[in-house]
């Protein structure tokens, strides 16, 4: 990891990612934090042994260490140059910094890291990099990969970033004023007679739709974990 001058361009596209993460995360009332150690050459526990420390050439030039709920976040820049030896280096280095945060990281914990890669300044609209953007997000060794393109103008950064968010663990897609029927529900039931769900566990996804349905502040991902464990006792039968 390299010291960085508070006003080089790479620390303020650093900054100003972390705090529209921050916004973000505020808005669903998600804890953030910076973690440091995410960030750094050594593996947890290494003290100054030379074998538990990366050498700065295998590691991201630009990285900050985040914590967004039960997600570690490795924060990176993409090269400003479109090519695909560029980004593969990119990879490379962000996915070695990724095995030092795991190092930190319990095992449950290490299946949230994220790596988030930004793409330089107008890459946004351009056909090459959402092609390179891919080829570095399908690299899931380690942690997963996202590349957020930025746009042109930094006043459009806003409304881009909220648009990559919706690909992201923090999308919520079920946060929404629009009105559902119970058509939905009506399937699961038809499933359950065809016999493609069992009535039991049918029953169960029914019972936990309809309670998140009565109750607005009841935590989506609690009724989500709760129709994943009664699938989890169905396959155990």
């Known amino acids: 990891m390299t010291e960085e001058a508070p006003s080089s361009p790479a620390q303020r596209a650093l900054d100003a990612a972390e705090a529209l993460l921050g916004a973000r995360a505020g808005e669903l009332k998600l804890e953030i934090r910076k973690m440091p150690r995410f960030a750094e050459r050594v593996f947890a526990g290494g003290g100054e042994s030379a074998s538990a420390r990366l050498e700065t050439n295998d590691l991201p030039a630009h990285v900050r260490g985040l914590q967004i709920d039960r997600y570690a976040i490795v924060l990176a820049l993409m090269p400003e140059a479109p090519s695909e030896e560029g980004v593969a280096d990119t990879v490379r280095r962000a996915r070695n910094q990724c095995v030092v945060a795991r190092s930190y990281l319990t095992s449950p914990a290490a299946l949230d890291l994220h790596a988030i890669l930004l793409g330089p300044r107008g890459s ?96 989506p991902d609690a009724m989500v974990d709760g129709m994943i464990a009664a699938w989890r006792q169905r396959s155990s039968k």
């Open 124 to 219: 946004e609209g351009s056909d090459t990099w959402r092609a390179l953007a891919l080829i570095a997000e399908r690299d899931e060794r380690v942690a997963r990969k996202l590349v957020w393109l930025r746009p042109e103008d930094p006043a459009a950064d806003e409304a881009s970033f909220a648009e990559f968010t919706q690909r992201t663990f923090l999308a919520r897609p079920w946060v929404t004023d629009a009105v559902f029927s119970m058509a939905p529900l009506d399937n699961i039931s038809r499933a359950a007679a065809a016999g493609e769900v069992p009535r039991d566990t049918a029953s169960t996804w029914i019972q936990l739709a309809s309670a998140a349905d009565e109750d607005d502040d009841r935590d």
